[in-house]
C-alpha cells in the first residue's frame, strides 16, 4: 500500500505559478503516477501522468504551463503549475498504479490504486 500526501495548493491570481509536492511512503516503483484534479460540479479529469517508460502525457488545457517531475530519492512528485487560468481552480489529486498496470486506459482512473487526499488551488481572475 501506498500513502500519498499532496501539497501545495493556494490562492493565487491568473497568471500565477504554484508547485504542488506529493510525498509517497512505500513504493512507487515501475507505478504509473498521475495528477487529477476536481472542480466542484464536475468529474475528475487527468492533468498529466508519467508513464513507466518515462513517457508523459499531458491534458490539452494544461500543456505548455504544467510540468510534472519526480524526485526519485526523496520519493515525490511535483507539478509546476505556471500561468494559471480561473479554469484550473479545483482540488488536484496524486495517484499511483502500482507495479505493472497498463498506464494509458479507457477509464482515465482505472489503473490508480492509491490516491491522496489532495490539496486545493484556488485561482482568481
Known amino acids: 500500500q501506498v500513502y500519498l500526501v499532496e501539497s501545495g495548493g493556494g490562492s493565487v491570481q491568473a497568471g500565477g505559478s504554484l508547485r504542488l509536492a506529493c510525498t509517497a511512503s512505500?513504493?512507487?516503483?515501475?507505478?504509473?503516477m498521475a495528477w487529477f484534479r476536481q472542480a466542484p460540479g464536475h468529474v475528475r479529469e487527468r492533468v498529466v501522468r508519467l508513464n513507466t517508460d518515462g513517457s508523459i502525457d499531458y491534458a490539452t488545457s494544461v500543456a505548455g504551463r504544467f510540468t510534472i517531475s519526480q524526485d526519485n530519492a526523496k520519493n515525490i512528485l511535483y507539478l509546476q503549475l505556471n500561468s494559471l487560468k480561473p479554469g484550473d481552480s479545483g482540488t488536484y489529486h496524486c495517484?499511483?498504479?502500482?507495479?505493472?498496470?497498463?498506464?494509458?486506459?479507457?477509464?482515465?482512473?482505472?489503473?490508480?490504486?492509491?490516491w491522496g487526499q489532495g490539496t486545493q488551488v484556488t485561482v482568481s481572475p
Open positions: 512505500g513504493s512507487t516503483y515501475r507505478s504509473c
Open positions: 495517484a499511483a498504479s502500482g507495479p505493472g498496470a497498463a498506464c494509458r486506459a479507457l477509464d482515465e482512473m482505472a489503473p490508480y490504486r492509491s
